[in-house]
């Protein structure tokens, strides 16, 4: 069976719209034409976005969601659908971060953390696959992040749950293959957004030094998290037929000092 081509209109919902990689996500997809649902727990900060969006000519809505209750979740899906139509592309990327060595951090921590970033993006993506499935196309893509394959001190809980997307999401490909239905990873190295940013001087400079002990800190150029809204549109871009299954973006290094050996200008 030839594949089915995406139809003109692709409504889209990003969890984890009010700030950071998911708003940048909702105003570059919003700017390319899509119709946006814009979700979390911060309303006031969705709205304000949605009306930037539709300022510029876009088509958005901010809906209310908390991917930790799972009623959230199914009124969430329920409303962005009422408002823009049946959901084409969902983009799970609500989350925060609590650092800590992971000998000290609390268990009750420790399960938020897992609660929000792996079991609060499956909740999202079982109460909208089944209906993508029965359409046969959509895509979901999942919000990781490289510690999964460059784990840093600190960071146990939040490692942990990202491993578990980078597991989910490579099950539900198999799950997913010849339904028409992508499932795909975004996993973005340091990004400069507000997570981390709330850490007293201490911890942040204890953590930083145990990076550096173990060469997780090779420079200090952060991403921007529009770098990871391009990487999100690419994904969901690509014509039927092909998946972009895993996407890894990194930092680029400031360029260095030409090497006058090495052929490079004076």
């Known amino acids: 069976m030839a594949f089915i081509a995406h139809p003109e209109r692709r409504p889209v919902l990003i969890a ?8 940048a996500t909702g105003e570059w997809l919003a700017a390319a034409g ?3 649902a814009l979700a979390a ?19 958005a809505v901010a809906v209310p969601l908390d991917v930790t209750d799972e009623v959230s979740v199914r009124d969430c899906v329920a409303k962005a659908e009422a408002a823009l139509g049946a959901l084409e592309i969902v983009v799970a990327g609500a989350g925060d971060l609590a650092v800590g060595r992971s000998y ?5 921590e420790f399960a938020s953390q897992v609660d929000i970033h792996l079991i609060g993006a499956h909740r999202l993506y079982r109460n909208v696959v089944p209906a993508m499935i029965d ?7 999942f919000i990781g992040s490289d510690v999964t394959i460059r784990p840093r001190p600190w960071s146990s809980a939040y490692v942990a749950a990202k491993s578990g997307i980078d597991g989910l999401v490579a ?3 198999l799950e997913l293959e010849g ?28 953590m930083l030094n145990d990076w550096i002990r173990h060469g997780l800190a090779r420079h200090g150029n952060f991403l921007q998290p ?3 809204a391009q990487a999100v549109s690419a994904v969901v871009t690509m014509p039927r037929g092909a998946h972009m299954r895993v996407v890894e973006v990194e930092a680029e290094g400031a360029l260095g000092t030409p090497d006058k050996n090495s052929g490079g200008e004076n």
């Open 16 to 23: 984890g719209a009010s700030s950071g990689i998911g708003a």
């Open 34 to 36: 899509y119709p946006v």
């Open 41 to 59: 727990r911060r309303v006031d900060r969705l709205q304000e976005l949605a009306e930037k969006i539709i300022a510029s000519g876009g088509e």
């Open 104 to 108: 000290e951090i609390g268990t009750d």
């Open 135 to 141: 359409r046969r196309r959509g895509d979901f893509v």
């Open 171 to 173: 099950t539900a490909q």
């Open 179 to 206: 339904t028409g239905v992508r499932a795909s990873v975004v996993r973005p190295g340091q990004v400069l957004t507000g997570m981390g940013m709330n850490l007293d001087q201490k911890t942040t400079e204890d």
């Open 226 to 228: 529009e770098h990871i």
